[in-house]
């Protein structure tokens, strides 16, 4: 156990709409990356938050947004979801400065 | 985009056996991970080796770098049932203090009791 945890645990949403996972950070966390995890594939980076800015960006479209709270937790949004958009969505939490990033265990999001 | 390729895709042994995965990479890192993954949860920290170490150990896990041929190998000993799980490398490229790190496809790795 990580200290990292998300929901919802599991998501099911139809093609066009909107959704919002949420994350929350281990204690003393600053940092929170989120990551997309296709079925049979490794994860790929989103994006990822600090002091409540975004602060790198992967390759996904803006449609593709977060936020970050003042007690660190975080918000994954997507709008126009689309097939492709079915996927585990991991968040970690992490040390500004640190190498190691703690992940919880994921929202696994279908899209219909 | 996928910046390290893990080797063999799937991996089969007996309890006891030991287990090599291999991860290789394309760009100049900073560090290299593994990670461990259960069933499609979240993902375990195993161990990281930095860019100017060629070698790391954590109990049964034995970890090398060899940055000139942009290669990692994760050797697993003694392996038991419980080690049956997909396992990652990720490559921190990433300048300053913004670590983002890039995962490979994975080594489903299964022991067998």
């Known amino acids: 156990e990580t200290g990292v945890t998300q929901s919802p645990t599991h998501l099911i949403k139809t093609r066009g709409q909107q959704v919002t996972l949420r994350c929350s950070s281990q204690?003393?966390?600053?940092?929170v990356s989120w990551y997309q995890q296709a079925l049979g594939q490794g994860p790929q980076f989103i994006f990822q938050?600090?002091?409540?800015?975004?602060?790198g960006r992967g390759n996904f479209p803006p449609r593709f947004s977060g936020l970050q709270f003042p007690n660190y937790s975080s918000e994954l949004n997507v709008n126009a979801l689309e097939l492709d958009d079915s996927a585990l969505y991991l968040c970690?939490?992490?040390?500004?400065?640190?190498?190691?990033?703690?992940f919880g265990p994921g929202t696994r999001l279908t899209v219909l | 985009s996928q910046q390290g390729e893990e080797d063999p895709q799937a991996l089969s042994i007996q309890e006891g056996e030991n287990a090599t995965m291999n991860c290789s990479y394309k760009?100049?890192?900073?560090?290299l991970q593994w990670y461990r993954q259960n069933s499609g949860r979240g993902l375990v920290h195993l161990i990281l080796?930095?860019?100017?170490?060629r070698e790391k150990h954590s109990g049964r896990l034995r970890v090398t770098l060899d940055t000139s041929k942009k290669s990692s190998s994760l050797l697993i000993t003694a392996s038991r049932a419980a080690d049956t799980a997909s396992y990652f490398c990720?490559?921190?490229?990433?300048?300053?203090?913004?670590?983002?790190?890039?995962f490979g496809k994975g080594t489903l790795l299964t022991v067998n009791p």
């Open positions: 970690a939490s992490s040390l500004r400065g640190s190498n190691e990033q703690f």
């Open positions: 204690s003393g966390h600053n940092t």
């Open positions: 938050y600090y002091r409540e800015e975004e602060n």
């Open positions: 760009t100049s890192i900073n560090n």
């Open positions: 080796i930095r860019s100017n170490e």
């Open positions: 990720a490559t921190d490229t990433s300048g300053g203090s913004n670590y983002k790190l890039t």
